[in-house]
């Protein structure tokens, strides 16, 4: 037996904004999802005031961040501009991108509380719908771990890249401080942007360095949230699917139609809703995959280009006792890790979404159709065959054209990683 939290309200359960309002109503301050609760003026202007700044300090710093190149003169300088250019400008334009499709996102909803109503007809034995409410509570639930997990780990690993210059320029200022007073004291920013003022003043840097820190964390939020958002629709999809899979092959459910007075009209009820549910999880498919499919590409390049030169300093990295080596090596696994953890993320749901996609043409052959007599089979073939011809379409996430989400690309992506690193670090050690 399924037992319910005491806090939602059964009532609340045949509601599908009660599986999205704790995310939403976070989401929907940085104007990327909709509210399903009416904002007071104070909290619009708040949200408005709050969206216009971060975006402006996020923006100007891909600005600053893209002039600065014209200072390098070396490859190392080079790979890292670049990983805090991607970083950055990933961010801003997941930010940017979930604002211009905020009206797909409400239509996206729109379809899922239509799967969400029609999910309600496709299995009789499911009594008081404890097992779809279930289903949905563990995709919420789920949903809500990768938000706990996702955002605190990207905020902390911004206030670490933040803090890395002004821990390294305390000792390295201790060390001038007690040698030389007349050497002027290092000043360090958390990335290599040129500012179109001179620095000439404590003020002027404390400034500066603010405006740079504050540029980094508002793309992080960016970032965050539009992966939030993006996981979260992929993980409701596949709710839908498993339960649609759970439906079509309960034997239960058979045995009760088939004790029915009419059991052929029954049946047939039942798989035509089945092939409606299916037709709507298409439909939210098709809409995600336009939503989607620009903060993909982008994050599909961004990757690969952080990937090969993480690879690309690791092979260049040698070992010092100093406090630059412990700085440069934490900030090299801290990035690495985001990186896999992200597209493991993306890999793994779009694995489980293409697997639950295959498994619903199984189960619509699978359906026990087979129980019933000629009169009836004769009756629902028509039925059946176009469930399963619909099925044969691939759901899978892609990233542009070229680039699908799940777990072989993730591995591909790793194993390219990894052999990069060692053959450049044993080219570095041949030279």
């Not at 911004?158 to 305390?170: A, E």
């Not at 098709?286 to 280009?305: K, P, V």
């Given at each position: ?53 971060s975006l402006g300090c996020a923006t100007s710093g891909c600005i600053l961040q893209i002039v600065s190149f014209k200072d390098v003169r070396d490859m190392p300088s080079f790979s890292q501009r670049v990983i805090e250019l991607c970083f950055i400008g990933l961010g801003t ?147 839908h699917l498993r339960y649609l899979n759970n439906c079509l092959i309960d034997e239960n459910n058979i045995q009760l139609i088939l004790k029915s007075k009419n059991p052929s009209e029954k049946l047939k009820e039942k798989l035509k809703n089945c092939v409606i549910f299916h ?7 098709e809409n995600y995959l336009s939503y989607s499919n620009g903060a993909m590409f982008a994050q599909c390049i961004e990757n690969i280009i952080s990937l090969c030169l993480v690879s690309l300093q690791a092979s260049t990295m040698h070992y010092s006792p100093g406090i630059d ?107």
């Amino acid at each position: 037996m399924v037992e319910f939290k005491e806090h939602i309200k059964k009532e609340d359960l045949f509601k599908f904004e009660t599986y999205l309002s704790r995310l939403f109503s976070i989401l929907c301050f940085m104007k990327i999802s909709p509210s399903y609760s009416e904002l007071s003026f104070i909290k619009k202007l708040c949200s408005t005031c709050f969206v216009i700044i971060s975006l402006g300090c996020a923006t100007s710093g891909c600005i600053l961040q893209i002039v600065s190149f014209k200072d390098v003169r070396d490859m190392p300088s080079f790979s890292q501009r670049v990983i805090e250019l991607c970083f950055i400008g990933l961010g801003t334009y997941k930010w940017y991108h979930c604002i211009l499709k905020f009206d797909s996102l409400k239509k996206i909803i729109e379809l899922l509380n239509n799967c969400h109503q029609v999910g309600y007809l496709i299995n009789n034995n499911d009594k008081e719908y404890k097992i779809y409410h279930q289903e949905m509570l563990d995709a919420k639930k789920a949903s809500e771990y990768f938000m706990i997990v996702w955002f605190p780990f990207t905020m902390l690993g911004v206030v670490q890249w933040c803090l890395t210059p002004l821990t390294s320029d305390f000792y390295i200022n201790k060390d001038i401080d007690r040698n030389n007073k007349n050497i002027t004291l290092l000043r360090s920013y958390p990335n290599g942007a040129t500012f179109p003022i001179e620095i000439d003043t404590l003020t002027k840097y404390l400034l500066m360095f603010l405006f740079q820190s504050l540029g980094i964390l508002f793309s992080a939020i960016g970032m965050s949230g539009c992966d939030v958002i993006l996981i979260s629709i992929i993980m409701y999809i596949c709710a839908h699917l498993r339960y649609l899979n759970n439906c079509l092959i309960d034997e239960n459910n058979i045995q009760l139609i088939l004790k029915s007075k009419n059991p052929s009209e029954k049946l047939k009820e039942k798989l035509k809703n089945c092939v409606i549910f299916h037709d709507q999880i298409l439909k939210v498919h098709e809409n995600y995959l336009s939503y989607s499919n620009g903060a993909m590409f982008a994050q599909c390049i961004e990757n690969i280009i952080s990937l090969c030169l993480v690879s690309l300093q690791a092979s260049t990295m040698h070992y010092s006792p100093g406090i630059d080596f412990i700085v440069a090596f934490t900030s090299m696994i801290e990035y690495s890790m985001g990186i896999f953890i992200e597209l493991f993320a993306f890999c793994y749901y779009g694995t489980k979404l293409e697997e639950l996609g295959h498994e619903v043409s199984d189960s619509f052959f699978s359906s026990n159709w087979e129980k019933c007599n000629d009169k009836i089979q004769i009756k629902i073939q028509n039925i059946l065959k176009l469930g399963i011809m619909r099925s044969q379409k691939p759901i899978i996430i892609t990233g542009g054209p070229f680039y699908i989400f799940n777990l072989e690309t993730f591995k591909k992506l790793a194993y390219m990683s990894i052999s990069n690193s060692v053959v450049l670090r044993q080219l570095q050690t041949t030279d």
